[in-house]
């Protein structure tokens, strides 16, 4: 990926005989404002900042392609895989600026600032505006995607190849040294931009905000790097041109910024309507509530993910949990859940004495607690005495929790072809869960569409096998037109209504259980003891035999 140059052998440095000759690079010929010594480190702090940005701006595409797109391991094997290769043709075609390293160098900087700091602005945009129009714009936003892999990549692999001949300039080495030298500071900014893309740009600033700040360091580091250490390599025209480029990137780039709030709020209404009441950013994921006012249903989305609609809530969360409360059921532990919603329904059986909850994101039972129309959708159950909640990883939650603990465990977590939630649908997960279950107990999974996605959903239940759990299936359907309830990645509300009309849900235990209603429970609206039964025979008419089990090293699920 990065372009060497021909090795120079040791020794004085020899007078470059004119502007045109790339490979002189003469202590006096470049007349530097500074000492050797200074310039050298001058060129290599410019590394070690264009390195940083450059990998957040690979940091950025994945993060924003994961959350529009779903499948974060589809979406960083795209960005990574073709961004490599660019860079690979990027070093090879800097080789024709090696003649013009000053000017080429602060170009692809100017260049790269801008395609890198607008990158996740006009993805965004594009998938907001466009990504229900379906026909030849169906997969449009991918299609950028990989345009904008392709040029950054481009961009970051013509950098190298030109400072490395800048240094040489600077003062005559061995290509061994000025390399180790280069990649050195290279490697070392690309840990740092590593490092700041989770832990700072991305929680204080955002993506969009933290690619343009990002592309506006690019370019006053760039181009301050050129103009000011090597002015004199360039001439009066090229400093003009050069200086114009990158005012009018940063002019770009801080309207960009100034303007940033209000596209966000545009394109959220794109997307999800005009009545967007909620948008954050947790440590965790994007929440955003719409309705719950007026007499509007409340729609509640993570990371764009549509997780509770007020129109249907409730024929997901009874189908979830009621029938597996037939039982023992004094112990309830409810994995995710942090809406609420499926507390709710288990608090309204007798005899429940203890209900647990763990949910990974704080953010999501804040507002579960504190958003007016949520808390009311869920009856504040998450404040209800018998209630704890604990905010953890619900897989490192269940290595330390206590054997024999639950008679009951709800699994109201996110689809399986979603990579995060992968390993809360593998074997080893089932079998930490299988070991909290009291003798007698029962564990209830969302498994996700069962029409669109059989192969995933009996994945799920071949999974719960291999852990040791008897199963039985069942499928409700009724999901209403438009964003359907449940943890499904919607396309769009077109994509949404004819992909994703049913949930599927798998009841595991020791031995063989059966899904049934408990007589003495509470009336329910949406599910009946005929109608459960029905759902049991809609369910294992989709089956699919022979499917492996998903395990930690080796997932089945698809995207």
């Known amino acids: 990926m990065i372009e060497s140059q021909a090795p120079a052998p040791p020794g004085p440095a020899q007078s470059r005989g004119g502007s045109g000759d790339p490979g002189g690079g003469a202590e006096s010929a470049l007349r530097l404002p500074v000492r050797q010594g200074t310039g050298r480190f001058l060129v290599l702090a410019g590394v070690f900042v264009c390195a940083a940005c450059g990998l957040v701006y690979e940091l950025e595409l994945v993060a924003l392609a994961t959350y529009l797109m779903g499948d974060s391991v589809t979406q960083a094997s795209v960005v990574l895989s073709v961004m490599v290769f660019a860079m690979g043709i990027g070093s090879l075609a800097a ?76 003062r005559r080495q061995d290509a061994g040294g000025a390399l180790a030298d280069l990649s050195a500071a290279d490697y070392v900014g690309a840990l740092v931009g590593g490092l700041a893309f989770p832990f700072l740009l991305l929680p204080v600033l955002g993506q969009l905000t933290g690619a343009l700040i990002t592309g506006a360091v690019n370019a006053v580091v760039g181009g301050a790097l050129v103009l000011g250490l090597f002015r004199r390599d360039l001439s009066r025209r090229a400093r003009r041109l050069l200086l114009a480029a990158n005012v009018c990137v940063l002019v770009i780039l801080a309207s960009a910024a100034v303007l940033v709030d209000d596209f966000e709020r545009a394109a959220r209404q794109a997307m999800y309507g005009s009545d967007v009441r909620v948008a954050l950013q947790t440590d965790v994921q994007e929440v955003l509530l719409t309705g719950g006012r007026g007499g509007r249903p409340l729609n509640l989305f993570l990371d764009g993910r549509l997780r509770v609609s007020g129109r249907d809530e409730l024929r997901y969360h009874e189908a979830l949990v009621h029938p597996a409360m037939h039982g023992p059921r004094a112990r309830v532990l409810v994995l995710g859940g942090g809406d609420g919603l499926a507390v709710r329904e288990v608090l309204r059986h007798r005899g429940v004495r203890r209900v647990d909850v763990v949910e990974i994101d704080a953010g999501v039972v804040r507002l579960a607690r504190g958003d007016a129309a949520l808390s009311a959708l869920n009856a504040h159950a998450l404040d209800h005495p018998r209630v704890r909640v604990r905010v953890a990883d619900a897989f490192d939650w269940l290595r330390g929790a206590p054997p024999a603990a639950y008679d009951v465990v709800v699994s109201d977590l996110p689809h399986p072809g979603i990579t995060a939630s992968t390993k809360l649908y593998s074997q080893e997960f089932y079998g930490l869960t299988r070991r909290v279950l009291a003798p007698g107990g029962r564990l209830v999974v969302h498994g996700g569409a069962v029409a669109s996605r059989a192969r995933d959903f009996w994945t799920v239940d071949a ?59 509470p009336s329910l609206r949406t599910l009946t003891e005929a109608s459960l039964a029905g759902d049991v025979r809609a369910a294992e008419r989709t089956r699919v035999d022979g499917l492996p089990p998903s395990t930690l090293p080796h997932p089945r699920y698809g995207g």
């Open 95 to 170: 080789k024709r600026l090696r003649r013009h390293a000053a000017a080429g160098f602060g170009a692809v900087e100017a260049m790269l600032a801008l395609v890198g700091g607008c990158s996740a602005m006009v993805l965004y945009a594009v998938f907001a505006w466009t990504g229900d129009w379906g026909g030849v714009w169906a997969s449009g936003p991918r299609s950028l995607l990989v345009a904008f892999s392709l040029a950054t990549g481009l961009l970051i692999g013509a950098e190298v190849p030109l400072l490395m001949e800048l240094i040489q300039r600077i």
């Open 463 to 521: 999974t719960l096998r291999a852990a040791g759990f008897r199963t039985a299936v069942y499928r409700v359907s009724g999901r209403r037109s438009g964003y359907a309830a449940g943890p499904d990645r919607g396309g769009g509300a077109a994509m949404t209504a004819h992909a994703h009309r049913d949930w599927g849900f798998v009841l595991g235990g020791r031995d063989v259980p059966v899904p049934r209603l408990d007589p003495a429970g």
